[in-house]
């Protein structure tokens, strides 16, 4: 059973149930990031409204996610060429 906590996020209170105290402090990191980037959109772009906001905020983050996907993306690749180069080399030097 988890543990009942409350974010604020954009001025909205949202009851949630945190599995761990990991999580819990991972989902306030979150929300406090959430806050940060809409108040520095708030603050770069004045007269938009609530809904606007939200989504450029929502717009920065999953472009950052597909950003680090893609070099997750690469890294994967780089380590299968290392090891299939790393496994010819180990069978030509048998």
Do not use: W
Not at 42 to 58: C, N, Y
């Amino acid at each position: 059973m988890g543990q009942k906590i409350t974010l604020k996020i954009a001025g909205r209170d949202y009851n949630l149930t945190a599995q761990s105290e990991e999580q819990e402090a991972t989902l306030r990191r979150a929300a406090d990031a959430i806050n940060n980037r809409l108040d520095a959109y708030t603050l770069s772009h004045p007269g938009k409204t609530a809904l606007e906001l939200m989504s450029l905020v929502a717009l920065n983050e999953t472009l950052f996610r597909m950003n680090v996907q893609k070099e997750m993306e690469q890294y994967k690749a780089s380590e299968d060429m290392l090891g299939q180069d790393l496994e010819r080399y180990l069978k030509d030097n048998k």
